[in-house]
């Protein structure tokens, strides 16, 4: 990261169907980029076990860890930031703050709540909603724009869609597994 661009480029997000291969996933991620634990799949117990194991290879790599859930609760299990819909964010000091967005509406939210950091999605059809409409990269051109921070490209990324979208920051869960 740096000052001009705070936001690693590359964002690992995690889900029940990527769970076994996290580990190597977080492995070949190059150094200094992200992970998004998310893991909404478990119960408390394992949720927290499981965010340590995969915490302690992504520190290795020198990623941030960002936990999808309340503010305490990444400050609890010593996550970098959170995740979430832009109105749920809170304001805990020392922690990143990266909402989720699918339109404009929620685009603008994330500007009111100060989030370090907007995950725009779907940008492309995704396993995670089949048949689902996707922004493609004009609408998502056309939303990005109006974010007053960083946007982070999600939504059936691979390194080969993120060169044809030209976007400095993406995000993924099986591009990335």
């Known amino acids: 990261m740096t000052r001009a661009n705070p936001l690693p480029a590359l964002w ?15 492995i070949r991620l190059p150094r200094g980029n992200a992970f998004v634990f998310r893991h909404y799949h478990l119960d408390d117990k394992a949720r927290r076990q499981r965010f340590e194991r995969l915490t302690a290879v992504a520190r290795a790599g020198e990623h941030l860890v960002i936990l999808s859930g309340p503010a305490e609760l990444a ?9 979430g819909p832009p109105e749920k964010l809170g304001k805990l000091p020392g922690l990143l703050r990266l ?8 685009i603008a939210l994330a ?10 999605s779907p940008v ?16 998502f051109r056309e939303l990005a724009v109006q974010a007053e921070m960083p946007v982070i490209a999600l939504g ?14 993406w995000a993924a869960i099986d591009g990335l597994s």
């Not at 709540?113 to 995950?119: D, E, L, P, S």
């Not at 059936?156 to 920051?169: C, I, K, N, V, Y």
């Open 12 to 26: 690992l997000l995690s889900d029940a169907r990527n769970d076994a291969g996290l580990e190597a996933a977080l």
């Open 75 to 83: 400050q609890e299990w010593g996550a970098d930031g959170i995740y």
């Open 99 to 106: 909402a989720a967005a699918h339109n404009a509406r929620e």
């Open 124 to 139: 492309f059809p995704t396993r995670s909603h089949p048949g689902g409409e996707c922004l493609g990269p004009e609408k």
């Open 111 to 120: 500007n009111r709540a100060g989030a370090h950091g907007v995950f725009l």
């Open 156 to 169: 059936g990324m691979t390194a080969e869609r993120a060169r044809h979208l030209d976007w400095p920051r």
